[in-house]
T-cell receptor, first 112, second 111 residues
Framework: SQQGEEDPQALSIQEGENATMNCSYKTSINNLQWYRQNSGRGLVHLILIRSNEREKHSGRLRVTLDTSKKSSSLLITASRAADTASYFCAAALDSGYSTLTFGKGTMLLVSP | KAGVTQTPRYLIKTRGQQVTLSCSPISGHRSVSWYQQTPGQGLQFLFEYFSETQRNKGNFPGRFSGRQFSNSRSEMNVSTLELGDSALYLC??????????FGPGTRLTVL
């Protein structure tokens, strides 16, 4: 079963705008990760936030985590056409293993 | 360091056949995980190997199996292929957990 559920399923914006994607999960987690996938290729790791962290930044990316609401958000600032991709959140359950449970993803389209 | 490599990149098989997919992790990574991605079910965890031992297994039938060799390279095998096995199979490696580094995937089409 899916652990993470992203919202929205699809998002279309103009270059320069910000894009926000949300993710909800069901059980307690060790950490939550965000990945990007271009056109059915392999996934690229973007950022990892641990359960004891509330916010994390990496370049134009900002991730927040609210464990009380079991939710996370990914903000991409000043979007570029090259950011067009599918974005997935993945929950690493509190099991100590490397297993990730993915949501179904948000398709982001950034138009020039 | 070279990234995760997967071979072959594309594969076409017919129902009832079996297939073996290969994954070479990043040098030094001891954990290898496999995922299946389909339009309907999304990304689903198949299994994880660490130091040649299966540490975790997803909810897939016994037709799906895997193994890891002493050099951390991994293979997964699917026997008696079904149409529904058509998918992108992704391999990921990790030094010990947490961040996963994914390969480009093997796209399997079952006719």
């Amino acid at each position: 079963s899916q652990q993470g559920e992203e919202d929205p399923q699809a998002l279309s914006i103009q270059e320069g705008e910000n894009a926000t994607m949300n993710c909800s999960y069901k059980t307690s987690i060790n950490n939550l990760q965000w990945y990007r996938q271009n056109s059915g290729r392999g996934l690229v790791h973007l950022i990892l936030i641990r359960s004891n962290e509330r916010e994390k930044h990496s370049g134009r990316l900002r991730v927040t985590l609210d464990t009380s609401k079991k939710s996370s958000s990914l903000l991409i600032t000043a979007s570029r056409a090259a950011d067009t991709a599918s974005y997935f959140c993945a929950a690493a359950l509190d099991s100590g293993y490397s297993t990730l449970t993915f949501g179904k993803g948000t398709m982001l389209l950034v138009s020039p | 360091k070279a990234g995760v490599t997967q071979t072959p990149r594309y594969l076409i098989k017919t129902r009832g056949q079996q297939v073996t997919l290969s994954c070479s992790p990043i040098s030094g990574h001891r954990s290898v995980s496999w995922y299946q991605q389909t339009p309907g079910q999304g990304l689903q965890f198949l299994f994880e190997y660490f130091s040649e031992t299966q540490r975790n297994k997803g909810n897939f039938p016994g037709r799906f199996s895997g193994r890891q060799f002493s050099n951390s390279r991994s293979e997964m095998n699917v026997s008696t292929l079904e149409l529904g096995d058509s998918a992108l199979y992704l391999c990921a490696s990790s030094p010990a957990g947490d961040t996963q580094y994914f390969g480009p995937g093997t796209r399997l089409t079952v006719l």
